[in-house]
């Protein structure tokens, strides 16, 4: 399977990072990465960066691409997706309301309505 996944400074995305690597190894999917500039997260694009290139680097995946990509994360990250051809777009977020129901941000729930193809959500 061909995955793309995208990244922003999150907690969420840290977790999203270990659990599609874990994946990519276990079953030999294509993966790229990218990373977008996200302000207000944690952890800064380039700090992000060096994390996935850390994390992949680590485990044996040299082969796979990691970029950044600039302008507002949803629709670069669409953009991105949709000039490749990819079975997968992977993303981290959504939080669980008081009531047990899922809350997504405004990133997220762009990319879930406007990707090109199938969008698995890690939370």
Known sequence: MNVLLGLGGSDESV????????RTRDV????????VDKPEAKR?????YRQ????LESVGLDDVTVETLDGDPGSALV????????DQLVIGGGT???MGKIQLGPI???VLLNAPTTVKLVR
């Open 52 to 55: 996935t290139v850390d994390q």
């Open 96 to 98: 669980l309301s008081p």
């Open 28 to 35: 030999g999917d294509d993966l790229t990465v990218v990373v």
């Open 108 to 110: 997220t729930e762009f």
């Open 79 to 86: 953009d991105y997706a949709e000039q490749g051809e990819y």
């Open 44 to 48: 800064s694009q380039d700090e992000m």
């Open 15 to 22: 977790k999203t990072l270990r659990q599609t690597i874990e």
